[in-house]
């Protein structure tokens, strides 16, 4: 799971952004299992993931889940694209390959935004999917047929809607019963509530840009880590960025200044690992993270082309993290749905 994948720039110039450079022996099982018989998931291109992307569009901002979900992605093969870096090393816990169902025609992406993201990892890959279908049974058939899905690798579901979830259950009774799901809730913040936000830094602290350097310190409190997990913190920094609160040292102290909490921006799209030492708890230091990660990013939205239109910050909350519920609620945003994600496997 935790192994990492080098991405080629000048490949990506020329081929698909969906698909990885790496050769891997479940690539070889699934080519050789789609000679066998027809998969009922294929591989998307670029150019059809953006039609997801306008799909889900225009239902915003109940939509906006999948939009960022597919938006941080392409976004994602933007930023890799136009890297002067020869080489990109990317997570494989974060990187996505995105199918539709294969016997469906260009209305299954602009109209009912059917798709399915399998990440790369050898162990524990994430599977994702939306759909705006009300019949449910081809996407069923499509999870349980697919070869693009080892269920021998140990597979979990994350962010599944709540209409879905007794179909993913279906599913998963024959293939993964012994998964268990958590439940947390989708909110939003109203673009006119976040533009009018004011950042405050603490007296004795200062702000900072979260880059590599810090992914051992980030990662050392995070409860899920695992073997490799350090790369996909500087995956997140090199693609989506954070901030970091840090004690004010003296001039000339020569001490390395440690992290007095965090913030960045999941594979989602959303709000996430916000995170304060126990040291520097009950100062409000959440509140200045929050408020200054939303100030940046609905700034960078307004400057950018048109699609970010429409688009809002968002945050997933587990239902039992009450603190952060009570934070986020406070700070203007917005309950909307339910989902459910699959606790994840001890590494």
Same mark, same amino acid.
């Given at each position: 799971?935790?192994h990492?994948?080098?991405?080629?720039v000048d490949?990506?110039?020329?081929?698909?952004?969906?698909?990885?450079?790496?050769d891997?022996?479940?690539?070889a099982?699934?080519?050789?299992?789609a000679?066998m018989?027809?998969?009922?998931?294929?591989?998307?291109r670029?150019?059809?993931?953006?039609?997801? #992307?306008?799909c889900?569009?225009?239902?915003l901002p109940g939509?906006?889940?999948?939009?960022?979900f597919?938006?941080?992605?392409l976004r994602?093969?933007?930023?890799? !694209?136009?890297?002067?870096?020869?080489?990109w090393?990317?997570?494989?816990?974060v990187?996505k390959?995105f199918?539709?169902l294969?016997?469906?025609?260009?209305?299954e992406l602009?109209a009912l935004g059917?798709f399915?993201?399998i990440?790369e990892?050898?162990k524990?890959?994430?599977?994702?999917f939306w759909?705006?279908?009300d019949?449910?049974?081809?996407l069923?058939?499509a999870?349980?047929?697919?070869?693009?899905?080892s269920?021998?690798?140990?597979?979990?579901?994350s962010?599944v809607?709540?209409?879905?979830?007794?179909?993913?259950?279906?599913v998963?009774?024959q $293939?993964?019963p012994?998964l268990m799901?958590?439940?947390?809730?989708?909110?939003r913040?109203?673009?006119?509530?976040?533009?009018?936000m004011n950042v405050?830094v603490?007296?004795?602290y200062?702000?900072?840009?979260?880059?590599?350097?810090?992914?051992a310190?980030v990662?050392?409190?995070?409860?899920h880590?695992?073997?490799?997990?350090?790369e996909?913190y500087c995956s997140?920094f !090199?693609?989506n960025g954070g901030?970091a609160l840090?004690? !004010?040292?003296?001039?000339g102290?020569?001490?390395?200044?440690?992290?007095?909490?965090?913030?960045?921006? $999941?594979e989602y799209g959303?709000?996430?690992?916000l995170y304060?030492?126990?040291?520097?708890?009950?100062?409000?230091?959440?509140?200045?993270?929050v408020?200054?990660?939303v100030? #940046?990013?609905?700034?960078?939205l307004e400057?950018e082309?048109?699609?970010?239109?429409g688009?809002?910050?968002i945050?997933?909350i587990?239902?039992?993290?009450?603190?952060? #519920?009570t934070?986020?609620?406070?700070?203007?945003?917005i309950?909307?749905?339910?989902? !459910?994600?699959s606790?994840?496997t001890?590494n």
């Amino acid at each position: 799971m935790g192994h990492a994948i080098q991405y080629s720039v000048d490949h990506f110039n020329e081929q698909s952004l969906s698909s990885p450079t790496h050769d891997t022996g479940m690539e070889a099982h699934h080519q050789s299992t789609a000679l066998m018989s027809p998969d009922p998931l294929r591989c998307l291109r670029e150019d059809e993931i953006s039609l997801l #992307r306008e799909c889900y569009r225009r239902g915003l901002p109940g939509t906006l889940a999948p939009f960022l979900f597919i938006d941080t992605h392409l976004r994602w093969c933007e930023k890799i !694209r136009q890297s002067s870096t020869k080489a990109w090393t990317v997570s494989a816990i974060v990187w996505k390959r995105f199918f539709t169902l294969a016997s469906s025609d260009r209305e299954e992406l602009t109209a009912l935004g059917t798709f399915v993201a399998i990440t790369e990892a050898e162990k524990c890959p994430t599977v994702v999917f939306w759909t705006q279908r009300d019949d449910l049974s081809p996407l069923k058939h499509a999870l349980e047929k697919t070869a693009y899905i080892s269920w021998k690798s140990d597979p979990a579901f994350s962010c599944v809607a709540l209409d879905h979830y007794p179909m993913v259950q279906s599913v998963l009774q024959q $293939n993964a019963p012994h998964l268990m799901f958590r439940n947390s809730t989708f909110f939003r913040l109203p673009r006119k509530t976040a533009k009018a936000m004011n950042v405050s830094v603490p007296d004795g602290y200062e702000m900072l840009a979260l880059d590599e350097s810090h992914a051992a310190e980030v990662n050392a409190t995070w409860p899920h880590r695992f073997a490799g997990s350090e790369e996909y913190y500087c995956s997140l920094f !090199r693609l989506n960025g954070g901030l970091a609160l840090t004690e !004010r040292m003296q001039a000339g102290d020569g001490q390395k200044k440690h992290l007095a909490g965090w913030i960045l921006t $999941n594979e989602y799209g959303a709000l996430a690992h916000l995170y304060i030492q126990p040291a520097h708890r009950q100062r409000g230091l959440a509140s200045v993270l929050v408020k200054a990660w939303v100030t #940046r990013w609905t700034e960078a939205l307004e400057d950018e082309d048109v699609n970010a239109g429409g688009s809002e910050v968002i945050a997933y909350i587990l239902d039992a993290n009450t603190a952060s #519920r009570t934070l986020f609620t406070k700070l203007g945003f917005i309950e909307m749905s339910k989902s !459910r994600w699959s606790n994840p496997t001890t590494n």
